[in-house]
């Protein structure tokens, strides 16, 4: 007779997320949205120079501009690099871009601000004129404080979905010992004192036992007759 053969068993344990990591491929899809404005950015200034502005892109010559007030230059060439690099990490479960992401667009973020607040402060005599007018400084702004808001969601997600440290593990104590109360010895009583010896000539006592009776002298023998 035969037997079929075991089924197969796996003794492989599961997988163990790492802390927040539900939360990764969130944060790659925001990533990829800034790297998509950044993209748009670029996109304009190819549409108004054509090819070579490329250059000026890579960082390869500064010769061909945009007269406008935002534009894609080397930084935001490595800018899109990382995020590229990110949104794969994140969406293979690599939690490190929680950090890593976290810099990435703050700086990018710090960038946009200065963008907007250099506008704001120049010559013009209407500030906010620069900022709206014509129609592509208004998309070129918008794109700006688009990813200046994506830099402010992301933080608040990592911060939301963190995991907290666990406390130090502290050794339990020892069970407690149980509580006996105190028993007070017995009273003291002295010791037996010695037997006082018996007097000179006095047979000593028998061992053990009652002390034999007293024997009778013997009779007095009759006198003898006289003649």
Do not use: H
């Amino acid at each position: 007779m035969s037997y079929p053969p075991p089924a197969a068993t796996s003794y492989l344990r599961p997988p163990v997320k790492a802390p927040g990591s539900a939360a990764l491929p969130g944060l790659a899809v925001l990533m990829i949205l800034t790297l998509v404005l950044e993209l748009a950015v670029l996109a304009y200034d190819m549409e108004q120079k054509g090819a070579a502005y490329l250059g000026t892109a890579f960082g390869f010559s500064y010769t061909t501009f945009v007269n406008a007030p935002v534009g894609f230059f080397a930084g935001d060439l490595s800018t899109c690099v990382a995020l590229l690099v990110m949104v794969i990490a994140g969406f293979t479960g690599r939690s490190w871009i929680r950090a890593g992401g976290t810099v990435l667009l703050t700086v990018n973020a710090y960038g946009t601000i200065q963008v907007l607040a250099a506008q704001l402060a120049g010559p013009n005599p209407d500030p906010s004129a620069g900022l709206t007018k014509p129609l592509s400084n208004l998309l070129l702004n918008a794109d700006e404080i688009a990813q200046m808001l994506i830099a402010v969601v992301f933080a608040i997600i990592v911060l939301a979905t963190r995991t907290p440290r666990p406390a130090p593990q502290i050794p339990p104590a020892p069970p407690a010992q149980p509580y006996y109360a105190y028993q007070p010895s017995s009273p003291y009583s002295p010791p037996p004192l010695p037997q006082q010896a018996p007097a000179y000539g006095t047979p000593p006592a028998p061992a053990y036992g009652t002390p034999p009776a007293a024997v009778d002298a013997p009779p007095v023998p009759p006198a003898p007759p006289t003649v």
